[in-house]
């Protein structure tokens, strides 16, 4: 299975400050396709996860230009350009190209 | 819109059985691959099974291998988690969620359902 691990776990940002995380894979996340299935989800507390970012960089319908996704092969990164208090929550990274699907350990976002 | 209602979560003991129930709206499941993910008590993510959109591919973690079962009925545009002997660790919240459109980027779900609370215990 491959290993996604994320850092940091904990990340108290203050509000208006940029906020980055780092998600490793344990091998390739290149599918045979030439396509890099690499995800975002945000889970605020008490909700179901909602994905924000999909195929490294892509983002999903709704979701505010403030995340952006980066990357390739192994190592990936998230990015918030400004911390407002709705991002509190936990972020995890996931991949897609290989079964089982496997996600990061979780980033715990908090605002200082 | 995308609605995804998962109903059927219970506290059962070790051993017992369960079947879990998605109801999906604003699509429709026989064009889109469809998962369940679940998420133990305080805990991260584990992807447990996978549809393909034609029914051709079903994938399982090594962990429900052989105990459960992903199904579907295109005419109630319902999927369904059968769950054989339940094990304590199998305790988490299970979520339906939408995969891509045919075989595109299958494996990457992106509509969420709320989730279901599954607890064995004797």
């Known amino acids: 299975d491959i290993v996604m691990t994320q850092s940091p776990l904990s990340l108290p940002v203050t509000l208006g400050q940029p906020a980055s995380i780092s998600c490793k894979s344990s091998q390739s996340l290149v599918h045979s396709d030439g396509n890099t299935y690499l995800n975002w989800f945000q889970q605020r507390p008490g909700q179901s996860p909602r994905r924000l970012i999909y195929?490294?960089?892509n983002r999903d319908s709704g979701v505010p230009d403030r995340f952006s996704g980066s990357g390739s092969g192994t190592d990936f990164t998230l990015q918030i350009s400004r911390v407002e208090a709705e991002d509190v929550g936990v972020y995890y990274c996931m991949q897609g190209t290989h079964w089982p699907v496997t996600f990061g350990q979780g980033t715990k976002l908090e605002i200082k | 819109q995308v609605q995804l209602v998962e109903s059927g979560g219970d506290v059962v003991q070790p051993g017992r059985s369960l079947r879990l129930s998605c109801a999906a709206s604003g699509f429709s499941i026989n064009t889109h691959a469809m998962h369940w993910v679940r998420q133990a008590p305080g805990k991260g993510l584990e992807g447990v099974t996978v549809?393909?959109?034609?029914?051709?591919?079903?994938y399982y973690a090594d962990s429900v291998k052989g105990r459960f079962t992903i199904s579907r009925d295109n005419s109630k545009n319902t999927l369904y988690l059968q769950m054989n002997s339940l094990r304590p660790e199998d305790t988490a919240v299970y979520y339906c969620?939408?995969?891509?459109?045919?075989?595109?980027?299958?494996?990457?779900?992106?509509?969420w359902g709320q989730g279901t609370l599954v607890t064995v215990s004797s």
């Open positions: 195929r490294v960089s």
């Open positions: 549809i393909s959109y034609d029914e051709n591919n079903k």
């Open positions: 969620a939408r995969g891509a459109f045919q075989y595109f980027d299958w494996l990457s779900p992106d509509y």
